[in-house]
């Protein structure tokens, strides 16, 4: 059977109904003799019975410890798993900063290098804007001219 609490070094004496029940079961129901039986078979009576109701209790006693052990043993195991789980979360949320910390750098970096694009965009288009305007005003020079020039060679040419 299965103890039904803890049991310590003084509990060694057993309650009266379990004396007798360990009694009645050693001697196969018998009981121990009364005062009017014979001395000493009902002594050797009584004897056998103490003794199985201490290698009960003994048995007892076992079977308490071995399950306590067994739930030593669990909570160990428990609490190695438990470190072993904080363990791997804390090396987890490190390696979680450390890759938030480097998107966040390479982020950063990504926005300067678009800053930069943008604005080596903006002087390349104003630099073609007074190429393009350059070349118009020059454009507009040289026609100017020749059609000056065409003015005066229409003017020398004889009638």
Do not use: I, W, Y
Not at 88 to 115: N, S
Not at 126 to 150: D, F, M, Y
């Amino acid at each position: 059977g299965s103890a039904s609490g803890p049991v310590s070094a003084s509990d060694g004496a057993l309650p009266a109904s379990a004396a007798s029940a360990a009694c009645r079961s050693a001697t196969g129901g018998a009981g121990v003799s009364g005062p009017g039986g014979s001395g000493s078979v009902g002594r050797a009576q009584r004897s056998v019975a103490r003794d199985a109701a201490e290698r009960s209790l003994l048995e007892s006693v076992r079977k308490l410890r071995a399950v306590q052990a067994g739930h030593a043993v669990s909570a160990q195991h428990a609490a190695e798993e438990r470190r072993t789980l904080e363990t791997l979360l804390k090396e987890t949320r490190e390696a979680a900063a450390q890759q938030a910390a480097f998107m966040q750098m390479e982020l950063k970096q990504e926005r300067a290098r678009r800053v930069a694009a943008e604005a080596e965009l903006q002087k390349l288009q104003k630099a073609n804007e007074l190429h393009v305007a350059t070349a118009e005003q020059r454009l507009q020079t040289q026609a100017a001219t020749a059609k000056r020039e065409t003015s005066v060679l229409e003017t020398q040419l004889p009638e």
